[in-house]
């Protein structure tokens, strides 16, 4: 799994790079818990589920249906204007969905149950570029630490970054109209 700190990626990036105008700080936090909230599964390790198990680590809580349920109930409590209730439904979801995604990028691990509860079969994406996390702080807080964060920098920061830039990009020269004056201008 990417570690804590680059789940958040994915929605920062959308969020920041579309705007407070369509998504406000409270959406941007809720989608940033999101894309981290499924990873409470390793408390299963406590109760001796197995890994491999629909409810054990990168089960249930990384699935489409999962992420789906969590971000219906999202869109429901910060639910304050109803024409803004589908985009930011479609923003918890991408954030919701981008922990199993970006798991499934990974090189270790069971691979992720995308379907559950209709199959318990476990994925990976057809390439695996971000180095897994360990899941203790020990292992975290060593060379390994450190080739996963470079990994990670490499695999899902700096494409976020792209993204963020793009969208804010798009935003400036286009939705404020600024592209028109800059065509229309004459010195």
Do not use: K
């Not at 476990?122 to 390994?144: C, D, K, M, N």
């Not at 990994?151 to 969208?167: D, H, N, Q, R």
């Amino acid at each position: 799994m990417p570690t804590l700190f680059t789940h958040p990626a994915v929605p920062l990036a959308l969020g920041l790079g579309l705007g407070a105008r369509i998504v406000s700080r409270r959406l941007l936090l809720a989608g940033v818990a999101l894309s981290i909230l499924p990873d409470l599964d390793v408390l299963a390790f406590q109760f001796a589920i197995p890994y491999a198990a629909g409810f054990g680590h990168r089960g249930f809580s990384h699935s489409f249906i999962f992420a789906a349920l969590v971000a219906l109930l999202g869109a429901l409590l910060l639910r304050r204007y109803p024409e803004r209730f589908v985009p930011s439904l479609l923003f918890l979801l991408v954030a919701a969905a981008s922990h199993g995604v970006l798991d499934a990028l990974t090189n270790g691990g069971h691979g992720i149950a995308f379907f559950w509860p209709f199959s318990l079969e476990r994925y990976f994406a057809p390439v695996q570029l971000i180095e897994v996390s360990p899941l203790s702080a020990g292992r975290f807080f060593s060379p390994r630490g450190i080739t996963v964060l470079v990994s990670e920098f490499l695999w899902v920061w700096l494409p976020c970054i792209g993204l963020y830039t793009a969208l804010a990009a798009y935003r400036y020269l286009v939705s404020d109209g600024r592209w028109r004056q800059a065509l229309t201008h004459r010195p």
